[in-house]
């Protein structure tokens, strides 16, 4: 078992005393987006096992076996299928989504074939995997996330009484809904700019005025003014999660999240499709390509009570539980398996003989068995073979 030391992306939209808070340290005074632990090769945490400090990558590459048992290596590759994070929302994210498997190695063997650079901005896949993920919320968390019923969504665009929205109103309207909803996103991200500032200057001031359910759309324009992003995030669904409460979120659903700490496990990649929100690059064919015109509720899950609390995915790459652990109580002892990240938010349990602190934590590798006692949250990071 041992401790990681991590690295926090100062992403722009990132809280600049969220993670901070969680650490017990003091603010830079500079965002603090993420915090990223694994063994992704843009931001690897360390360890040092007595010969020096060295990644977990590398660790990982050394004695794939070793590291993550053989039947990880057999099902997903002599690599850590999943990337574990913190995530602090200061201001909103871009409105993304992300590809599928097969999209996401197409899309990277075409780029590898054109030559284009891995860090260059208007590179979309910088990666041949997918990136599923589920977003857990530490502190009341608040996002956008899938595709609200069409015509619910005419509705709230006819009740902000803006001209340059009938248009999509009507479309709206008119079509069936995996149509409906292309139209207009298509509409949306292809208007003239100029026309499209007005029209988001203008939704915003009446949504601003209106209250209610347009408040999270009109906070939008405060931190991306005239970005077409502003209406198509109208066509989501607002969504807040309460501590503990958490979200999955498949291949080609369109989300942004807003504001709000929370704890995020999902497929080893870094494949984003932007459809505004954003000042990086928005490939607006692309993207079409890539979402799923489905409408739909979000699925909220509420753990149940239980030594081991598990956050359901219909993936095998990742398995998000937390343990509640009450003073006192039973000491528990985890599958020892398949490799393992475990991430402390609250108190100062153990981990074997290690004793952890908020947003600190630990890599256990397969084979090695790891006991958690004393009180404190623990969230395990983990796959499914």
Known sequence: MDRLTNTIRPYAWGSTTAIPGLLGIEPTGEPQAEMWMGAHPGAPSCLDRGAGETTLSDVIAADPARELGAATVARFGPRLPFLFKILAAGAPLSLQVHPDLAQARAGHEDEERRGVPIDAAHRNYRDANHKPEMICALTPFEGLCGFRAPLATADLLAGLEVDSLKPYVDLLHAHPEE???????????????????????EAAAAADRLGGPYAPYAALVHDYPGDPGVIAAMLLNHVRLQPGEAMFLGAGVPHAYIDGLGVELLANSDNVLRAGLTRKHVDVPELLKIVRFESGDPAVQRPEGGAEEVYETPIDEFRLSRFLLAPGGAPQLLPDTTPQILLCTAGSPKAGELTLAPGRSVFVPAGERAELSGSGTVFRATVVV
């Not at 139209?183 to 988001?200: G, Q, Y």
């Open 179 to 201: 149509a409906a909803l292309r139209e207009v996103l298509t509409a949306v991200l292809t208007a003239d700019r100029a026309e499209m500032a007005r029209t988001v200057t």
